[in-house]
């Protein structure tokens, strides 16, 4: 199937760490990218990983690949009320030039 | 570089109007698409082009129409507005030189069809 799923909602409190999930269902995707959207505007690439890879850390952020279930993580650390946003899920499949993406997880961080 | 820009960026049409959305990108990538946003379902792709000359559909194609004439614009045409296209709309470039397709996106078109 064409499916990217992400649970809809997160509910943080300040200063803890954040999970964002997502699994995606082609094995042959060569990319997997988070994306970041805040209140009326458009998404931006917060990171990406290639499938080859298991993990990549940037600052806050680490990505947690697991090919073998298809799943994808997000990991904020130290998460604060500006990191409140949608956070999208998205895949790139070999030999297709679009990227799929998924409906998108609503983080809320609360003190 | 001022990335990709869309206008307008808010749109109120009657049922049946056409209207054209604006997408520009100076970062001369040959990738461009556009995508529309609706509650719950995530970004969903209408068209997408490779290059100018080059389009190709998305998912949701139907009711737009495209087209490239050079590598900065992509123009999506509404031919015949509906409520059902009442949405959000994204446009997005990439460049194809590497093979990651970070795509870079506009702030978006808020339209409401009537």
């Known amino acids: 199937g064409e499916d990217v799923e992400q649970s809809l909602f997160l509910s943080v409190r300040e200063g803890d760490s954040s999970v964002i999930n997502c699994t995606y269902t082609?094995?042959?995707?060569?990319?997997l990218y988070w994306y970041k959207q805040e209140p009326g505007a458009g998404l931006q690439l917060l990171t990406y990983?290639?499938?080859?890879?298991d993990m990549k850390q940037d600052q806050r952020l680490t990505v947690l690949l697991n090919k073998k279930d298809k799943h994808l993580s997000l990991r904020i650390a130290d998460t604060q009320t500006g990191d409140s946003a949608i956070y999208f899920c998205?895949?790139?499949?070999?030999?297709?030039?679009?990227?799929?993406f998924g409906a998108g997880t609503r983080l809320a961080v609360h003190p | 570089n001022a990335g990709v820009t869309q206008t307008p960026k808010f749109q109120v049409l009657k049922t049946g109007q056409s209207m054209t959305l604006q997408c520009a990108q100076d970062?001369?990538?040959?990738?461009m698409s556009w995508y529309r946003q609706d509650p719950g379902m995530g970004l969903r792709l209408i068209h997408y082009?490779?290059?100018?000359?080059?389009?190709d559909q998305g998912e949701v194609p139907n009711g737009y129409n495209v087209s490239r004439s050079t590598t900065e614009d992509f123009p999506l045409r509404l031919l015949s507005a509906a409520p059902s296209q009442t949405s959000v709309y994204f446009c997005?470039?990439?460049?194809?030189?590497?093979?990651?397709?970070?795509?870079?996106f506009g702030p978006g078109t808020r339209l409401t069809v009537t």
């Open positions: 997005a470039s990439s460049s194809l030189a590497g093979s990651s397709y970070e795509q870079y």
């Open positions: 082609d094995s042959s995707s060569t990319y």
């Open positions: 990983i290639f499938s080859n890879m």
């Open positions: 998205a895949e790139k499949r070999r030999g297709y030039n679009k990227l799929i």
């Open positions: 970062m001369n990538h040959e990738y």
């Open positions: 082009s490779v290059g100018a000359g080059i389009t």
